[in-house]
Nanobody, 123 residues
């Protein structure tokens, strides 16, 4: 499956953004989907995951209560609604897909990646 992330931008602290990840090429609903992020000079970290039917979601502690992951299988698209943004949320955000569930933070297990979208939160 091919993935394309979009929706990043510059926002003030406390603001909101919604990221999208559009899929093509394979049956989107076969895949579990995840958002990662990579701050400048740091490693890529798990943010949130959603199961193939959208019934189960998982979040990193740092974003719980502020971010919401969702998907629309009819539109082949996954979303990340980000509220109450903080400067430490500044990063390149990547979407990724895999068929097998679990091990959401195991980067090597993901078979498809989007190109990333920059999110910058100013203080």
């Amino acid at each position: 499956v091919q993935l394309q992330a979009s929706g990043g931008g510059l926002v003030q602290a406390g603001g909101s953004l919604r990221l999208s990840c559009a899929a093509s090429g394979r049956t989107f609903s076969n895949y579990n989907m995840v958002w990662f992020r990579q701050p400048p000079g740091e490693e890529r970290d798990f943010v949130a995951a959603i199961s193939w039917r959208g019934t189960n979601t998982y979040y990193a502690d740092s974003v719980k209560g502020r971010f919401t992951i969702s998907r629309d299988n009819a539109k082949n698209t996954m979303y990340l609604q980000m509220n109450s943004l903080k400067p430490e949320d500044t990063a390149i955000y990547y979407c990724a897909a895999k068929v097998s569930p679990g091990n959401w933070d195991h980067i090597a297990s993901f078979t498809s990646w989007g190109q990333g979208t920059q999110v910058t939160v100013s203080s």
